[in-house]
């Protein structure tokens, strides 16, 4: 469940950006739409708590982000929002298993390598455990990034541009697979896109 209530932010020396209230249900997909500029990647700054909004507040699955100290709201980030973005960031020495390890670490989860192990599986990547990132395709990477964004079973997915550096076969192989593993843990999916792909098969939509 992600509720935002009169969020503002502003850049130093910007002008304020303000944004519209979001109600976004457990196992919902939400898309957030706009023009270049609009605030879009902001809004999605301010939804993972990292960066403090100047004005308002972000609740995600009953907690107000705002009221946690720099070290809580990390491990909340850790065990309840999961992030996907345009292109897949790793850790580049250690392999894909390893990188799942660290985000159940990083979130204070103990080490559950048969969780990793299904959901490597279950997205198709089983053979590429030990693979270091870099030898995986874009496609893999994205899906690889879902894995990691999924892990700890988050209240919350949060995906900026998740498809468009995708061809058509792999978006919509992404798309399902996002909304599928959100689902799959009762999270609510927000995806910030202008890919029209993505645009005519989900209907929740917000425009900044
Ligand atoms: N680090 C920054 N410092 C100052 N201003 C910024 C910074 N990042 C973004 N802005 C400004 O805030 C506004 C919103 O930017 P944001 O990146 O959130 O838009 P966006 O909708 O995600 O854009 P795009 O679709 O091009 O990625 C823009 O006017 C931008 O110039």
């Given at each position: 469940m992600l509720e935002t209530t009169d969020l503002a932010y502003r850049y130093p020396g910007g002008e304020s950006l303000t944004f519209p209230n979001l109600r976004c249900a457990p196992g919902a997909t939400h898309l957030l739409l706009g023009k270049s500029g609009s605030g879009k990647t902001t809004l999605l700054q301010l939804l993972a708590g990292l960066r403090s909004p100047s004005h308002g507040k972000v609740v995600v699955n009953g907690t107000e982000l705002g009221k946690l100290s720099t070290a809580a709201l990390d491990q909340f980030r850790g065990q309840n929002i999961g992030m996907v973005f345009q292109t897949a960031h790793f850790v580049r020495s250690v392999n894909v298993e390893e990188n799942l390890v660290l985000a159940q670490r990083l979130a204070g989860k103990t080490t559950d390598r048969r969780r990793i192990r299904e959901l490597l599986d279950v997205l198709g990547l089983g053979e590429k455990l030990?693979?270091?990132?870099?030898?995986?395709s874009v496609g893999q990477q994205q899906r690889a990034a879902i894995a990691r964004a999924v892990i700890n079973q988050p209240a919350l997915m949060l995906a900026d541009e998740p498809t468009s550096a995708l061809d058509d076969d792999n978006a919509s192989q992404v798309l399902g697979l996002l909304q599928q593993q959100a689902a799959a843990v009762n999270a609510t999916l927000i995806i910030v896109t202008h890919d029209n792909r993505l645009t005519g098969i989900i209907d929740q939509r917000t425009h900044l």
């Open positions: 030990r693979s270091l990132p870099a030898r995986l």
